[in-house]
Nanobody, 123 residues
């Protein structure tokens, strides 16, 4: 089992940047594919980005491609968010998939979740 804790959310103006972190503890972090998801009020949780166990390959939703960068090291995963837009406003969650080497964009495929961190982008 792995415990996940997000940090780094906040309020930023459109065009600004934020860096989210997801600290992992418990079982060996490198055995999990990891992902970032977000959920805005009244909307379903949606895929943002994911990264393989090794960190060698990353995947992005079309809406964030070219603006967000996912990365990982020994026990932390990060999401660098640049050129933020008001439509990026949401609670952001990190998640761990224990079964797949190649992560998916489906929330149901992830086994462990953090508590979420709020990102608010003002226009």
């Amino acid at each position: 089992q792995v415990q996940l804790v997000e940090s780094g959310g906040g309020l930023v103006q459109a065009g600004g940047s934020l860096r989210l972190s997801c600290a992992a503890s418990g079982r060996t972090f490198s055995t999990y594919a990891m992902g970032w998801f977000r959920q805005a009020p009244g909307k379903e949780r949606e895929f943002v980005a994911a990264i393989t166990r090794s960190g060698g390959t990353a995947y992005y939703a079309d809406s964030v491609k070219g603006r967000f960068t996912i990365s990982r090291d020994k026990d932390t995963m990060s999401l660098q968010m640049n050129n933020l837009k008001p439509e990026d406003t949401a609670v952001y969650y990190c998640a761990a998939d224990r079964d797949r080497m190649i992560p998916t964009g489906l929330p149901r495929d992830y086994d462990y979740w953090g508590q979420g961190t709020q990102v608010t982008v003002s226009s």
